[in-house]
């Protein structure tokens, strides 16, 4: 990673609302209501979640909680296969890592970002391009040349390979 590098969340989102803050709302419902200390406290109860849970769409929580658990499933076999690969405790690491990256205690925004240290302290085997000049310029060089290359014409996608094939996707002029 870069200094100024950051790893964002890892939390679903559909059109802008947090798979974790829906599933958060129903489990807080469910409390209040199981919760309610009369039938009366029950109704009002289930009458004020009814009618703030109406506009889910059917299914939508279940919804949510598969998204959570795919985007933790894969989390994990990413770093498993590929950071992790040869470590033999890599389940454990992963495991925990993932865990990290899905708190919402620091921050309960999707916007929030973790710079270098706090991935590192996340337990990511990761280290600073800056460390090491000669990759810091190649790395560099790929990306302005990319950003040129998308800011200057209607690409809006490059895939390049190590034989130096190239794959472009082009876009409409605007």
Same mark, same amino acid.
């Given at each position: 990673?870069?200094?100024?590098?950051?790893?964002?969340?890892?939390?679903?989102?559909?059109?802008?609302?947090?798979?974790?803050?829906?599933?958060?709302?129903?489990?807080?419902? @469910?409390?209040?209501?199981?919760?309610?200390? =009369? @039938?009366?406290?029950?109704?009002?109860?289930?009458?004020?979640?009814?009618?703030?849970?109406?506009?889910?769409?059917?299914?939508?929580?279940?919804?949510?909680?598969?998204?959570?658990?795919?985007?933790?499933?894969?989390?994990?076999?990413?770093?498993?296969?590929?950071?992790?690969?040869?470590?033999? =405790?890599?389940?454990?690491?992963?495991?925990? *890592?993932?865990?990290?990256?899905?708190?919402?205690? @620091?921050?309960?925004?999707?916007?929030?970002?973790? =710079?270098?240290?706090?991935?590192?302290?996340?337990?990511?085997?990761? @280290?600073?391009?800056?460390?090491?000049?000669?990759?810091?310029?190649?790395?560099?060089?790929?990306?302005?040349?990319?950003?040129?290359?998308?800011?200057?014409?209607?690409? *809006?996608? *490059?895939?390049? =390979?190590?034989?130096?094939?190239?794959?472009?996707?082009?876009?409409?002029? *605007?």
């Amino acid at each position: 990673m870069g200094k100024q590098s950051s790893l964002g969340p890892i939390d679903p989102q559909f059109k802008g609302i947090s798979a974790f803050d829906v599933i958060s709302e129903f489990e807080i419902a @469910e409390h209040e209501i199981l919760s309610a200390i =009369n @039938e009366d406290e029950r109704a009002k109860k289930l009458k004020y979640w009814a009618l703030r849970l109406k506009d889910y769409p059917p299914t939508f929580y279940t919804m949510c909680k598969n998204a959570v658990q795919l985007s933790s499933e894969l989390a994990l076999s990413f770093l498993e296969d590929n950071m992790f690969s040869s470590n033999i =405790n890599k389940k454990d690491i992963c495991a925990k *890592i993932v865990d990290k990256l899905n708190e919402r205690i @620091e921050s309960k925004d999707h916007s929030r970002h973790y =710079n270098f240290e706090k991935c590192k302290s996340f337990g990511l085997d990761i @280290e600073l391009i800056e460390d090491d000049q000669k990759l810091q310029d190649a790395l560099l060089s790929i990306h302005h040349a990319s950003t040129i290359t998308i800011m200057q014409t209607s690409t *809006i996608k *490059i895939i390049e =390979n190590h034989l130096g094939k190239a794959y472009l996707k082009f876009g409409a002029v *605007i």
